[in-house]
């Protein structure tokens, strides 16, 4: 792209929509006011003093038409934006005009961006076939200038939308790019057997049709690649990593099943190679088996499943505690567990119903849920089947709607008293306790929550009671009542944490080592 004269970008305000020229700086609010135009207030101009560089690179944080606009503020600062190294293009447009006027807007700042390279080049908007062959010559603008992360990340109103961002040709050649992320792409099956991103080592793929043979050649094209994401992709129903000695970091992020297999389709994770497994997201008729995860060392277990819409949710549960189990079994050997709501609450109505998990080899356990009395059992059972257990760490994350849902005859049947539930406990032995938890931290503790606050009591008393070789257990309160005077915030707060320290440092303890530190973050 032609690269227009210093002199012609000089003196010059860009609006940051189309880039009209402004002949004036009267109504614009970036202007400085005169009461700093003497020498005392020029003094204190510590940004404008630092070097370019420096400048560049505090403003390739932010998104391209901000930084833009700082090129009215001096006439130094005229062509700063032209160098930064990340170019950060992110629009929502409501309508089609204003998806016009942002592809007007990426073309002009193209025109004008100088820098040999570019680090980051990022386009996020509402992509239609239209745009085509404009966002075709943004991509080619990038790898040509060398881009080392690419990010094409469309989105769309409508999920039946059949507007995907065909790939060009060129892409799938040895482009320069490590990172390369795409949503709402399509991946031509046919390229993707010569595809050759030699050196990519970061993809990740939202929204897309993917085969099986497509991830396949993925694999192979890759050699360097090391983290793979496939986030609410739909179309295969096997990931075989064997083709790639490199991939260590797997994340599956959701995924749906055909409609004509509700419940019965499953993806089948075959990873000797892979270091570290996640799978999360929403499960949309689908199912997960792992055959071959031989060198896992860390994973993460916080997907979650649709309940039944039809029929007896008691079968629906045995069903997803069946395919829990199963990956439970076969992560019994990895060091680092996560598990999330969903699957804490299937744990926990297999501990009520007296059915336990698979022993695990795990030493350090997270825990992402914001816990109440029906999560008790589910973390019982964890530590009793996780007998090497040396960290424990429980995120208080807020709930969602995702939680199982069951028939109300269930709780009724199986209703308990969380203190009481942990008295029962404690003449239970659970050997991870008793030779090898030395540490627990809990983040998000909320102490505006009552009933969070009780369960969270309960469960300190317990671990102080019965962990013998506990070294430290760290809580990280916060509040987010947002009905407190500002008058009476801080009094409020060092009074709760206070109240908390007391009663937390007032429990038995079973370790003479053991040290409980109250942290506050409150908001």
Not at 31 to 46: F, G
Not at 114 to 141: G, H, I, N
Not at 224 to 230: I, M, R, S
Not at 265 to 272: A, D, E, N
Request: with cysteine; proline share 4%; aromatic share 12%.
């Amino acid at each position: 792209m032609r690269q227009p004269s210093e002199s012609s970008v000089n003196a010059t305000i860009w609006d940051s929509t189309t880039f009209y020229r402004t002949p004036n700086l009267k109504n614009n609010p970036l202007k400085r006011p005169r009461s700093c135009q003497n020498k005392e207030c020029q003094k204190v101009d510590r940004i404008s003093n630092l070097p370019d560089p420096i400048i560049q690179h505090i403003l390739s944080f932010l998104p391209a038409d901000d930084a833009i606009k700082t090129c009215i503020l001096s006439k130094r600062w005229d062509t700063i934006w032209t160098l930064v190294p990340n170019l950060i293009f992110r629009r929502e447009c409501s309508c089609s005009q204003e998806a016009e006027n942002f592809a007007v807007f990426v073309d002009k700042a193209l025109m004008h961006y100088r820098s040999p390279k570019v680090k980051k080049f990022l386009v996020e908007f509402e992509f239609t076939e239209c745009f085509k062959a404009q966002v075709d010559s943004w991509v080619d603008f990038a790898v040509r200038l060398k881009v080392e992360e690419l990010c094409l990340e469309f989105h769309r109103e409508i999920a039946d939308d059949p507007d995907y961002y065909y790939l060009p040709n060129f892409l799938y050649n040895n482009i320069p790019a490590e990172k390369l992320s795409l949503r709402f792409c399509a991946l031509s099956p046919n390229k993707l057997k010569q595809v050759s991103w030699m050196s990519l080592k970061v993809l990740s793929i939202s929204y897309s049709w993917l085969s099986n043979e497509m991830i396949k050649n993925i694999c192979l094209g890759c050699s360097l690649l090391e983290y793979l994401k496939l986030n609410q992709c739909c179309g295969f129903d096997q990931i075989n990593t064997n083709f790639s000695s490199s991939l260590k970091d797997l994340v599956v992020d959701g995924s749906w099943g055909p409609e004509d297999k509700f419940g019965d389709f499953v993806i089948t994770i075959k990873g000797p190679n892979i270091l570290s497994l996640t799978l999360a997201g929403y499960m949309h008729r689908a199912n997960y088996m792992l055959l071959d995860v031989s060198s896992l060392v860390e994973a993460n277990i916080g997907y979650r499943m649709k309940s039944c819409s039809h029929g007896c949710r008691s079968n629906w549960y045995s069903a997803h505690r069946s395919v829990l189990h199963d990956l439970l079994e076969k992560l019994q050997h990895v060091e680092k567990l996560t598990i999330g709501t969903w699957c804490l609450q299937i744990l926990s109505i297999s501990e009520v119903k007296g059915l336990s998990s698979p022993t695990s080899a795990c030493k350090y356990l997270t825990l992402n849920k914001k816990i109440n009395k029906w999560d008790l059992p589910g973390i019982a059972s964890l530590l009793q089947s996780s007998p090497n257990l040396q960290k424990l760490t429980i995120n208080l994350m807020p709930s969602n709607n995702f939680e199982f849902e069951l028939d109300r005859s269930f709780y009724k049947y199986y209703s308990f008293d969380g203190e009481e539930y942990w008295s029962l406990y404690n003449q239970r032995i659970f050997k991870c306790l008793v030779l090898h938890l030395k540490s627990v931290e809990i983040f998000g503790f909320d102490t505006s929550c009552s009933s969070l606050k009780l369960v969270v009591d309960q469960w300190v008393q317990f671990l102080l009671k019965n962990a013998k070789v506990l070294e430290n257990m760290i809580i990280h309160a916060q509040r987010d009542d947002v009905n407190r005077t500002w008058m009476s915030v801080e009094a409020q707060e060092l009074m709760e944490l206070l109240e908390l320290t007391q009663a937390f440092l007032s429990y038995p303890r079973a370790s003479p080592n053991a040290k409980v530190m109250l942290e506050s973050c409150f908001k």
